[in-house]
């Protein structure tokens, strides 16, 4: 049975960093084809696709976020970490981490977790 | 970047048959994903590889993607599918990219 289940803090200060956990089971980052993704979504609004990474260490990121963004394992074998820096009013949102279908060409994410509301306020 | 479009609502009568649109240019090219979100949940993925169905999803959702719009179809619809619908898609310059989402509503 996959599972995974977001960690973090509920309220950070603007220009502060972010660090989110994401402990899974069920499956192996150093299974062929596994991989892990960040995906956030603002109150009210759409997902947005954060980060990614897989068993081989490769990391992709979003574009406009990139030079904030840092996605790496854990210090579990079962744990990917992310963290956001400079945090601003506009990050307010709940923060999910979802396994990609392994070899899947359309990189469907299967299995997500219960999400994580991080608020940013002074 | 790459964006995909979805229409903000649909509307549809229990038991006829609902079309949710994704646009994107040259669509038709790339794979879609279809996820269902009820308020207060994590997405659930319904349709991959266009027209896909995970396990435990219902006959009743299909897929299809040609040209520059993918369809999510859901026939039959129950009072249980409504929910907000995200398309999504995989491109090779802005990796995961998201519709806006579409809330369906059963009238």
């Known amino acids: 049975q996959v599972t995974l289940r977001e960690s973090g803090p509920a309220l950070v200060k603007p220009t502060q960093t972010l660090k989110l956990t994401c402990t899974f089971s069920?499956?192996?980052?150093?299974?062929?084809?596994?991989?892990v993704s960040w995906i956030r979504q603002p109150p009210g609004k759409a997902l947005e696709w954060l980060a990614r990474i897989d068993g081989d260490d490769d990391k992709d990121y979003n574009k406009s976020l990139k030079t904030r963004l840092t996605i790496s394992k854990g210090t579990s074998e079962n744990q990917v970490v992310l963290t956001l820096t400079n945090m601003d009013h506009v990050d307010t949102a709940t923060y999910y981490c979802?396994?990609?279908?392994?070899?899947?060409?359309?990189?469907?994410?299967?299995?997500w977790g219960q999400g994580t509301l991080v608020t940013v306020s002074s | 970047s790459y964006e995909l479009t979805q229409p903000p609502s649909v509307s549809v009568s229990p038991g006829q048959t609902a079309s949710v649109t994704c646009s994107g240019n040259?669509?038709?090219?790339?794979?879609v994903c279809w996820y269902q979100q009820k308020p207060g949940q994590s997405p659930v993925l319904v349709i991959y590889?266009?027209?896909k169905r995970p396990s435990g999803i219902p006959e009743r959702f299909s897929g299809s993607n040609s040209g520059n719009t993918a369809t999510l179809t859901i026939s039959g619809t129950q009072a249980m599918d409504e929910a907000d619908y995200y398309c999504?898609?995989?491109?090779?310059?802005?990796?995961?990219?998201f519709g806006g989402g579409t809330r369906l509503t059963v009238l």
């Open positions: 999504q898609a995989w491109d090779s310059s802005t990796d995961w990219v």
């Open positions: 590889q266009d027209h």
């Open positions: 979802a396994r990609m279908q392994p070899f899947d060409p359309s990189n469907s994410l299967d299995y």
């Open positions: 069920g499956f192996s980052l150093d299974t062929g084809g596994m991989s």
């Open positions: 040259k669509l038709g090219d790339k794979y």
